[in-house]
């Protein structure tokens, strides 16, 4: 089976780059970085999000969460998880910062 996609996903950028809060959606255990957000009539309620938080930057972040599978297991341990998503925002930021002219 293959895997499903892993790391920081940008959703909306924002568009005031001084404003004070992320969104940031993480899906659960067996979760998917977009399927989770997904209703079964194709309707992704986090894209639809950004028209009423203009100006808040979105991401989804997937990581290996299969615990079911017979084939591959998640070997990953919690803590893992939120280095992985600590550093991806961290990189994102930085990224964000240099692309916009602010300082790190």
Same mark, same amino acid.
């Given at each position: 089976?293959?895997?499903?996609?892993?790391?920081?996903?940008?959703?909306?950028?924002?568009?005031?780059?001084?404003?004070?809060?992320?969104?940031?959606?993480?899906?659960?255990?067996?979760?998917?970085?977009?399927?989770?957000?997904?209703?079964?009539?194709?309707?992704?309620?986090? @894209?639809? &999000?950004?028209? +009423? *938080?203009?100006?808040?930057?979105?991401? !989804?972040?997937?990581? /290996?969460?299969?615990?079911?599978?017979?084939?591959?297991?998640?070997?990953?341990?919690?803590?893992?998880?939120? @280095?992985? &998503?600590?550093? +991806? *925002?961290?990189?994102?930021?930085?990224? !964000?910062?240099?692309? /916009?002219?602010?300082?790190?």
């Amino acid at each position: 089976a293959a895997t499903a996609p892993q790391g920081l996903h940008v959703v909306a950028k924002g568009i005031d780059p001084a404003v004070e809060y992320v969104i940031v959606a993480v899906h659960g255990l067996n979760g998917h970085r977009e399927k989770t957000w997904t209703a079964s009539n194709g309707v992704n309620w986090l @894209r639809d &999000l950004p028209q +009423d *938080l203009p100006n808040a930057p979105m991401y !989804t972040w997937g990581y /290996d969460a299969d615990t079911h599978s017979r084939s591959r297991v998640s070997c990953q341990y919690l803590y893992g998880h939120a @280095r992985f &998503l600590v550093s +991806d *925002l961290c990189l994102e930021r930085q990224i !964000t910062e240099v692309r /916009d002219g602010q300082s790190a």
